[in-house]
């Protein structure tokens, strides 16, 4: 009986250990030999400011602000858009889909605003564009009410871009990270 039990409890454990030992073999060789090349530049990454809530927004005092702030509009997108240089670092949309600001700018009602970035084109300088974005966010809150919240419909307060900032760094060193372990 004793070696009947020990002969049953031998054949239970090649079972069990052949199978491990196999998907062991299997994930080595998977994490040795099929290394994943990760992106050298950052994908877009879009980040957002949303105005709701706002006293509806005059069209032609909204395209006074804008432009006196340094926004130019493209006509062919139908925003204003915030450039450094030839690249274009920030955009204003319109909050009622599609985003797009109708001309003339006299007759139009604008129910609220949205600023828009793509912090991998902002990178070198994200922190100088991301505090600028949140100031330009507080003058038109100044100027038209309503509050003022992010892509996840959180409040935004005065250390949002130094929070983003941070999440930013701490992904990249992650990434990083990952980067030097799969070289």
Known sequence: MILFFEV?????????????????VWFTFKAFFSKTNLPEKATSQICLIKLKDSQLINGYELMQLLTDQGFDFNKQQGVFDLNDGEQIVL?????????KFQEPFEEIGIPGLMLVTDLSVIYDDMKKHLDA???FGLAFQKEFGGHLIDQNNIPVGSDWAQHLHDDVMHNKKQHDWLKECTS
Not at 13 to 24: E, F, K, R, Y
Not at 91 to 99: E, F, H, Q, V
Request: net charge positive.
């Open 8 to 24: 049953c409890m031998d054949l239970l454990l090649i079972l069990i250990l052949i199978p491990v030992a196999i998907l062991l």
């Open 91 to 99: 955009r204003c949309m319109n909050l009622k889909k599609p985003g």
């Open 133 to 135: 974005m949140y100031e």
